[in-house]
T-cell receptor, first 111, second 119 residues
Framework: KQEVTQIPAALSVPEGENLVLNCSFTDSAIYNLQWFRQDPGKGLTSLLLIQSSQREQTSGRLNASLDKSSGRSTLYIAASQPGDSATYLCAVSTGNTPLVFGKGTRLSVIA | GAVVSQHPSWVICKSGTSVKIECRSLDFQATTMFWYRQFPKQSLMLMATSNEGSKATYEQGVEKDKFLINHASLTLSTLTVTSAHPEDSSFYIC???????????????FGEGSRLTVL
């Protein structure tokens, strides 16, 4: 059974700092991996999708990497801003199946 | 990007009543939609997989007679919480998969969620 773990559970950083969020999964036979952002009381916003054949994806200040063999992904946020404060969720898919989610990392960027 | 819309955003109902939540894919066709629930400060828990034109597949522990799912078209799935009780109060989120755009193959898009409060 696929399990997804995110570390740390919570993170607080000063504005402008670069940061890394970690995600690990137990079954490396994944189809893709997605990073989401969730604001309090809101749905999910897809940030980056990495297919199993890819090693990284970039969107603006965000960069996500994937090391399938070791079961790890990282989300790198450059020059963090208070507006980046949210919960970041990592999720993996093993095909045309539902995503398996981690518990998320709650990020606070302090102005 | 693809948009998934949920309605209502929030609903308050009395115990014993039924509540219907709609999930629509606005700019793409979704043969498969997923329904999740999320308790406060917890991650999403998959409830069921909704397939257009066929019966939904429920996860273990989810009562199919209580959480009725109908996926009547390629753009609409509904979740009906029947005879709701306070313990059903939760945040319900749907998602749909974009299949036709190969650049986003397998990517899931989520609705804004529906907060249900049962008094």
């Amino acid at each position: 059974k696929q399990e997804v773990t995110q570390i740390p559970a919570a993170l607080s950083v000063p504005e402008g700092e670069n940061l890394v969020l970690n995600c690990s999964f137990t079954d490396s036979a994944i189809y893709n991996l997605q990073w989401f952002r969730q604001d309090p009381g809101k749905g999910l916003t897809s940030l980056l999708l990495i297919q199993s054949s890819q090693r990284e994806q970039t969107s603006g200040r965000l960069n996500a990497s994937l090391d399938k063999s070791s079961g790890r992904s990282t989300l790198y946020i450059a020059a963090s801003q208070p507006g980046d404060s949210a919960t970041y969720l990592c999720a993996v898919s093993t095909g045309n199946t539902p995503l398996v989610f981690g518990k998320g990392t709650r990020l606070s960027v302090i102005a | 990007g693809a948009v998934v819309s949920q309605h209502p955003s929030w609903v308050i109902c009395k115990s014993g009543t039924s509540v219907k939540i709609e999930c629509r894919s606005l700019d793409f066709q979704a043969t498969t939609m997923f329904w999740y629930r999320q308790f406060p400060k917890q991650s999403l828990m998959l409830m069921a997989t909704s397939n257009e034109g066929s019966k939904a597949t429920y996860e273990q522990g989810v009562e199919k007679d209580k959480f009725l799912i109908n996926h009547a078209s390629l753009t609409l799935s509904t979740l009906t919480v029947t005879s709701a009780h306070p313990e059903d109060s939760s945040f319900y989120i749907c998602s749909a998969r974009e299949l036709r755009d190969s650049r986003r193959a397998g990517e899931l898009f989520f609705g804004e969620g529906s907060r249900l409060t049962v008094l």
